[in-house]
């Protein structure tokens, strides 16, 4: 938004199919970081993210690469160095655990997309519950 509050004509823009467009990523990341943030909201719908989102999912994007950093590490170097644990395992343990909080927040992990709604009308509709074991075609 300009300095005086109006729209630039970029910015009132409507994309031809009507969607919004995709979110860019923030500035201040990363290469690695940058190129996290624009893989996961090109495998998204263009309406799953919001401009609001945009702190959580740099957060997220962050979080990814540093995990994948500190396995790498720990791949290299192993979990214990001279008889300790590598610091490089508290690493990984926080940003997984920031990983998993985040992808709840911005639904993209498995549970979080999942509609309770929708789930008891598709097991009602094939006849199998989610509770039953085994598959549905037993």
């Known amino acids: 938004m300009s300095k005086r509050g109006r729209k630039s ?16 990523p923030p500035t201040h990341l990363g290469p690695d970081e940058r190129q996290r943030f624009i893989e996961l909201v090109d495998a998204t719908d263009t309406k799953h ?19 994948e950093r ?16 590598s610091p490089w395992l508290t690493v990984q343990e926080k940003a997984v655990l920031a990983i998993v909080a985040l992808s709840m927040r911005l639904r993209l992990s498995p549970q979080s997309r ?18 039953d074991s085994g598959p549905p075609w037993e």
């Open 70 to 85: 500190a396995a790498r590490e720990l791949r290299d170097g192993g979990p214990v160095i001279s008889g300790k644990p």
């Open 49 to 67: 993210f919001r401009p609001t989102d945009l702190p959580l999912l740099a957060r997220y994007c962050e979080a990814d690469v540093l995990a």
């Open 9 to 24: 004509s970029a910015e009132m823009s409507i994309r031809v199919d009507g969607s919004p467009d995709r979110l860019d």
């Open 114 to 131: 999942t509609d309770p709604k929708t789930v008891g009308r598709q097991s009602s509709t094939s006849g199998h519950k989610l509770w």
